[in-house]
Antibody
Framework: QITLKESGPTLLKPTQTLTLTCTFS??????????VGWIRQPPGKALEWLAV???????RFSPSLKNRLTITRDPSYNQVVLTMTNVDPVDTATYYC??????????WGQGTLVIVSS | QSVLTQPPSVSAAPGQKVTISCSGS????????VSWYQQLPGTAPKLLIS???RRASGIPDRFSGSKSGTSATLDITGLQTGDEADYYC???????????FGGGTKLTVL
């Protein structure tokens, strides 16, 4: 059974750095094409794709956010960490991590709500 | 503004059929597989369809997907009140080198 769980702060102030951890189980980042992705959803709005890290450490970012995002992995703990710098209230959203194969998000975490407010 | 275009809402009566469209371009739908996701109120999205028309595990055959050129379609037959949800299409965009989603379609079962 594949599970993913996001963890991180609920409340941040503008200009701070957001660090989210995805802890996953039931799959490995070894097979070709397998990755862990990040997707967010502002309250009442649509899904927005953010980033993905593949098995070979290849990473891709949303062009609109690539200057603010980094993604790392800790395979010994089955974790992938997304960092977003200089947050703004428009970054308020539920952030999901996903088990990704190719361009498909096969499984999703429950999501974690992040609020950016002064 | 989402890269893929979906109608904001659709509705139909229980037992009827509904079609949700997803329009893109050659850099995304035209050259990649399309996935469909269902998001029930207050929950995380769930994969319904991958690879244009492959149902995910446990998804009933009332749900079907197809693709033609730069557009994709999700059909839901035998509508049930439990199908009321937001539906999103998604794929990879080779020009952006990033994933992309549609703006979502809210399904109401009248």
């Amino acid at each position: 059974q594949i599970t993913l769980k996001e963890s991180g702060p609920t409340l941040l102030k503008p200009t701070q750095t957001l660090t989210l951890t995805c802890t996953f189980s039931g799959f490995s980042l070894s097979p070709s094409g397998v990755g862990v992705g990040w997707i967010r959803q502002p309250p009442g709005k649509a899904l927005e794709w953010l980033a993905v890290m593949y098995w070979d450490r290849d990473v891709r970012f949303s062009p609109s956010l690539k200057n603010r995002l980094t993604i790392t992995r800790d395979p010994s703990y089955n974790q992938v960490v997304l960092t977003m710098t200089n947050v703004d209230p428009v970054d308020t959203a539920t952030y999901y991590c996903t088990h990704s194969v190719g361009g498909t998000s096969l499984s999703w975490g429950q999501g974690t709500l992040v609020i950016v407010s002064s | 503004q989402s890269v893929l275009t979906q109608p904001p809402s659709v509705s139909a009566a229980p037992g009827q059929k509904v079609t949700i469209s997803c329009s893109g371009s050659n850099s995304n739908i035209g050259n990649n597989y399309v996935s469909w996701y269902q998001q029930l109120p207050g929950t995380a999205p769930k994969l319904l369809i991958s690879d244009n028309n492959r149902r995910a595990s446990g998804i009933p055959d009332r749900f079907s997907g197809s693709k033609s050129g730069t557009s994709a379609t999700l059909d839901i037959t035998g509508l049930q009140t439990g199908d009321e949800a937001d539906y999103y299409c998604g794929t990879w965009d080779i020009s952006l080198s990033a994933g992309v989603f549609g703006g979502g379609t809210k399904l109401t079962v009248l």
